[in-house]
Nanobody
Framework: VNLVESGGGLVQAGGSLRLSCTTS????????MAWYRQVPGKERELVAS???????YYSDSVKGRFTISRDGTSNTFFLETDSPKPEDTAMYYC?????????????????WGQGTQVTVSS
């Protein structure tokens, strides 16, 4: 199973950002997905997650600004914002798995992408 992030790069503060996570090699339904980010020297942070059954989580740092969603016809999901800030600069990773929300409370998603760098300029 492969997860590939795209959509990162340089974006201006107040602009728009849309990250995509495309999955391949799956023979099962992805029920849970998440976006994480990490800045060098800091711990990885769970940014947003969602699971079948409308269990959605956003970290306080992005709540109200970021939206996690998925394409209902495929195992592709997204993270987007129209109000990025310089402090959102980080490497963003997508993660996914067939389990439900409670299966991943310890960040133990089954599959992870390689990451895409997002840099927000002021």
């Amino acid at each position: 199973v492969n997860l590939v992030e795209s959509g990162g790069g340089l974006v201006q503060a107040g602009g728009s950002l849309r990250l995509s996570c495309t999955t391949s090699g799956t023979f099962f339904t992805i029920n849970s997905m998440a976006w994480y980010r990490q800045v060098p020297g800091k711990e990885r942070e769970l940014v947003a997650s969602m699971s079948t059954g409308d269990n959605t989580y956003y970290s306080d740092s992005v709540k109200g600004r970021f939206t996690i969603s998925r394409d209902g016809t495929s195992n592709t999901f997204f993270l987007e914002t129209d109000s990025p800030k310089p402090e959102d600069t980080a490497m963003y990773y997508c993660a996914a798995g067939p389990g439900l929300y409670s299966d991943y409370v310890n960040d133990n998603y089954d599959y992870w992408g390689q990451g895409t760098q997002v840099t927000v300029s002021s």
